[in-house]
């Protein structure tokens, strides 16, 4: 398992060199990336694909060429292999067959980030990306919302915008968010802000939303129950006091939460508390 670049590629290490070299196959997620890695290093190697598709076919395969007595050298199109990219089913095909698995360690787009983000010292969770389609994605960060852990995730630039405007609605406004793109490629830039001011800063100008991106959000300061947003929890305690109108509208004012959502939702419990009733 070969740790490789995650942009400048003189950012690999000697003993990951030496393993490329020494390997019988080199079993890339992309055989065209690493093959402008070999090329760059003046190395050759036999390539082979190796990807989500075809992964596990693949496993049975290298597990053939260890059986055979060949070196196997794993890599990831950028970063550490199996973290977010395929080698997870073939380390546990090899594994199983009984085959040594050794770790060359090297680049990683998540701690690199989190390197350079200044964000409080403490526990943080590495989320990798989030559901694509927006309904999965939001239920996914309502499980996340209550988490006292600083949230490290992947994004993809198509869909950057309509994430941080989902991590602002659902986590608040107010958490602050690192957003790391193009790292230790030419055109680096970690930019800090508030979650409610992040699609405005990607959209004021188009740069900024191309590359890969790490995204470090600010851990839930208090957990919060069932992993519902704030707002939801303090509608429910207003409910049970004060008219429905006043309830959204104070939820609204003490949470930042938009008035739509909060309203609602309102109805929604209203009509359950009246349908207990009868």
Known sequence: MVATPIGNLEDISSRALDSLSRADVIAAEDTRVTARLLEHHRLRGKLVAVHEHNERR????????LAHGRNVALVA?????AVSDP??????????AGFKVVPIPGPNAAVTALSAAGVAEGPFLFAGFLPA??????KALEGLSGLPYTLV???????????VEDLAAVLGPERILVIARELTKLFEQIHRCRLGEAALWLGADPDRRRGEFVLI????????ESGKPEWER????????LPLAQAVKLACKATGAKKNAVYARALQLARGKTARSL
């Open 133 to 138: 389609k927006p309904a999965a994605r939001r």
């Open 58 to 65: 693949s496993a049975d395969w290298i597990v053939e060429q």
């Open 153 to 163: 995730l992947y994004e993809a630039p198509h869909r950057i915008v309509e994430c």
């Open 87 to 96: 080698g997870a089913t073939v380390v546990a095909t090899a594994r199983a």
């Open 77 to 81: 199109d950028a970063g550490t292999p």
């Open 217 to 224: 959000v600010e851990g839930s300061a208090v957990p919060k």
């Open 234 to 241: 303090v509608l429910t305690t207003l409910l049970a006091e």
